[in-house]
């Protein structure tokens, strides 16, 4: 179907520790974007990579898109705590209907 | 600007009711959408907008309908509510802008629905 498969579903992290994010597609993607939802919020737009192998950074975190615009990733550099939250990914089909992934909810331990 | 605004934040229905969630938009979006979303399943979409007097469906349509008379509003409706459909609906709306396209989603607080 048009699903993003998300995993890892769960990460603990020590505070201070890196964290990764995987967004894969069994078809080509026009385009990713990304989302953070803090527990008890609602989703929030980070990003959105369009161009094959395409990297941008905010401050620690650093997103990717696959050559074959088939997956992408969310790395976050020595996590916060303020990083706690559930990190969405989410493409666009036809007509501009966006689908999310599941999501990974990350869990920091201070 | 108030962004996308839901009423009710929470509500409570018996099997069978009826109701109508409302979201509003003053971004004079054009795209708006209505998810649900239930623990490890991610935010599945429902039904969603183009623009003033269309509707589409989404992913999970089937127990739903939605109405879009005016621009800045977007109505979701439960004819008859299940237990099934206990979950958090949030309304979202989008625009296109910049080449490439970019249609970054703004989200409302959320409605926290329960059917008992």
């Known amino acids: ?110 | 600007n108030a962004g996308v605004t839901q009423t009710p934040k929470f509500r409570v229905l018996k099997t069978g009711q009826s109701m109508t969630l409302l979201c509003a938009q003053d971004m004079n979006h054009e795209y708006m959408y209505w998810y649900r979303q239930d623990p490890g399943m991610g935010l599945r979409l429902i039904h969603y907008s183009v623009g003033e007097g269309t509707t589409a469906k989404g992913e999970v349509p089937d127990g739903y309908n939605v109405s879009r008379l005016k621009k800045q509003n977007f109505l979701l409706g439960l004819e008859s509510a299940a237990p099934s459909q206990t979950s958090v609906y949030f309304c979202a709306s989008s625009y296109i802008r910049g080449t490439p396209a970019n249609t970054e989603a703004f989200f409302g607080q959320g409605t926290r629905l329960t059917v008992v």
């Not at chain 1, 706690?84 to 666009?92: E, I, K, Q, S």
């Not at chain 1, 007509?95 to 909810?105: C, D, L, Q, S, V």
Request: glycine fraction near 10%; proline fraction near 3%.
């Open chain 1, 1 to 110: 179907g048009q699903q993003v498969m998300q995993i890892p579903q769960y990460q603990h992290v020590q505070e201070g520790e890196d964290f990764t994010t995987y967004c894969n597609s069994s078809t080509t993607l026009s385009n990713i974007q990304w989302y953070k939802q803090r527990p008890g919020g609602h989703p929030v737009f980070l990003i959105q990579l369009v161009k094959s192998g395409e990297v941008k950074k905010q401050k620690r975190l650093t997103f990717q898109f696959g050559e074959a615009k088939k997956n992408s990733s969310l790395h976050i550099t020595a996590t916060q705590t303020t990083d706690v939250g559930t990190y969405f990914c989410a493409r666009n089909t036809g007509g501009f209907k966006t689908i999310f992934g599941a999501g990974t909810r990350l869990f920091v331990k201070a």
